[in-house]
């Protein structure tokens, strides 16, 4: 089992421009959880997705900011017109239920120049 | 409000000597506690949590409601010790997960 693998590892964008994070969480893990990790500061949860199902999204900005995960493929957390304060970390996690250890990725660290 | 507190952003001590990484809460509840760490170039990986009781590598943390502190304690600090480490809290069964802003321990040889 490779682990919760996370894509690009760095992405850089133009203000203004899209960025799309992807997280394949691990084989058997249906449930994914998205965290934000701003410069000097802790993660920060932003949303818990349950396959196709958005469970809890109380950590997300109310704009620009969107997350899925359908039944086929990686869950994307999607920035729209990205500003210079949405560089950071962005990390997934994975776990087979909702109260059993949550695995992580690597993360993808977001750069908005 | 929910909120966890690691006042040390870096512990610096030598191979051999003790080490204690604070780590202090704020909940109304009865959250469960855990401690993170990430090496070097690696993923964020559970350490330890409160309710196993259990001592990983040597650490071991006891959970004090009176003090509403989850301390995270070692001995004897090794160099292979030296790595980020983040206390967290949920509310419930859940991995909704509260992070304190980390404490980075760096052992001298």
């Known amino acids: 089992n490779a682990g919760v693998m996370q894509n690009p590892r760095h992405l850089v964008r133009r203000r203004g421009q899209e960025a799309r994070l992807r997280c394949s969480p691990m084989k058997g893990h249906s449930h994914v959880y998205w965290y934000r990790q701003l410069p000097e500061e802790g993660l920060k949860f932003m949303v818990y997705l349950q396959k196709e199902n958005i469970i809890d999204e109380s950590g997300m900005p109310k704009e620009r900011f969107s997350a899925e995960f359908p039944k086929e493929g990686p869950s994307i957390l999607r920035i729209q017109q990205v500003v210079r304060g949405d560089s950071a970390a962005y990390f997934c996690?994975?776990?087979?239920?909702?109260?059993?250890?949550?695995?992580f990725g690597q993360g993808t660290r977001l750069t908005v120049v | 409000a929910q909120r966890v507190t690691q006042p040390e952003k870096l512990l610096s001590v030598f191979k051999g000597a003790p080490v204690e990484l604070k780590c202090n809460y704020s909940y109304s509840g009865s959250p469960e506690l855990f401690w993170y760490v990430q090496y070097s170039r690696q993923r964020l990986q559970l350490l330890l949590r409160?309710?196993s009781r259990e001592s990983i590598k040597g650490f071991t943390a006891d959970l004090n409601k009176g003090e509403t502190s989850f301390h995270l304690k070692k001995p004897f600090a090794q160099e292979e010790d030296s790595a980020m480490y983040y206390c967290a809290l949920t509310p419930g069964a859940t991995n909704k997960l509260i992070f304190g802003t980390g404490t980075l321990l760096a052992v001298q040889p």
């Open positions: 409160h309710i």
């Open positions: 996690a994975s776990s087979p239920t909702q109260n059993t250890e949550a695995f």
